[in-house]
């Protein structure tokens, strides 16, 4: 007689998954779904990172790219994340951040006053769930970086040439065995990101998918920038309805499309003496 027939249920039964094999075992848990919106959330949940630096008053670009083959890029020119050793864990910042669920700057200390995004957890599920994963960060002086395999360090930290920038770079490839179809939908995505833009005043977000090029015809760049933040989102909806009333219109929103490499360029500037 089995142990499911005589309903027995002992200390044995109860399975310890350590590190992230639990976010691989039930990826739903984390990010909603193993289908196209859960493929995209890996990609919010590394913007929501640098956004947060943004929110802190220490970043003001994020350049997200897609390649050919299935990559993701993000890019951000905020502090970098630490790269000394953590106390608690021995290892870098760094690692620990993106092998750790529920480590980040956002638990308490100070680091961030204002936050978005599920930080602390966002870094570690992406690693997680990717094939692979390349963290780069330009702090103090020198570039370092250290690859991932399926949430799990490949190598330790290196420390790499000098350089005068600042900020952070996470690369990853969605892992094919957590997503079936790999796919990305870029109206989907573009709307995400004007959105963020919309709501983190002065933050630019360009997004450039290589993915996409021959299905939209080399029409694959989105940059996205707003002075007033939310204001221009409220405003401009106001203003397109004067506009097409009174031909009045306070501030511009510029689409260029050249094909190849077509860039869609927004930048609302619009006074607060304008809004209704």
């Known amino acids: 007689m089995t142990q499911a027939q005589t309903g027995e249920y002992t ?13 691989r075992v039930r990826p739903g ?15 919010y949940e590394i913007l929501d990172n640098a956004v947060d630096e943004a929110m802190a008053g220490f970043c003001e670009r994020v350049d997200i790219t897609i390649s050919e083959d299935g990559w993701i890029s993000v890019v951000d020119n905020g502090r970098g994340i630490p790269i000394d050793k953590h106390p608690k ?11 750790t669920l529920h480590a980040g700057g956002k638990f308490g ?23 692979e994963l390349r963290a780069e960060v330009r702090r103090q002086g020198w570039l370092y970086s250290q690859e991932y395999e399926r949430g799990k360090p490949t190598g330790g930290l290196v420390k790499g040439e000098k350089t005068t920038e600042h900020g952070t770079t996470v ?32 933050l630019e977000i ?13 029409d694959i760049q989105r940059t996205y920038f707003f002075d ?9 909806r106001t203003c397109t309805d004067v506009q097409s009333r009174h031909h009045l219109y306070a501030g511009h ?13 927004t930048h609302l500037t619009l006074p607060t003496s304008d809004l209704v």
């Open 11 to 23: 200390a044995k039964d109860i399975q310890v998954l350590e590190g992230l094999e639990a976010v």
């Open 29 to 43: 848990m984390y990010i909603g779904s193993t289908d196209q919106r859960g493929l995209h959330h890996l990609i």
């Open 89 to 99: 864990t021995g290892k870098s910042a760094l690692e620990t951040v993106m092998t």
């Open 109 to 131: 200390g100070g680091a961030y006053k204002v936050t978005g995004g599920l930080h602390g957890v966002g870094g570690s599920v992406v690693n997680a769930l990717s094939e």
């Open 171 to 202: 690369s990853f490839k969605p892992d094919s065995q957590i997503f079936p179809d790999i796919e990305y939908d870029f109206e989907t995505l573009i709307s995400h990101f004007k959105e963020i833009a919309y709501l983190n005043k002065g």
């Open 206 to 218: 360009a997004f450039t998918s290589h993915w996409h090029y021959d299905k939209r015809r080399g």
């Open 228 to 236: 007033g933040g939310i204001a221009n989102h409220y405003a401009g």
């Open 253 to 265: 929103d510029q689409h260029h499309d050249h094909r190849v490499g077509a860039v869609s360029y």
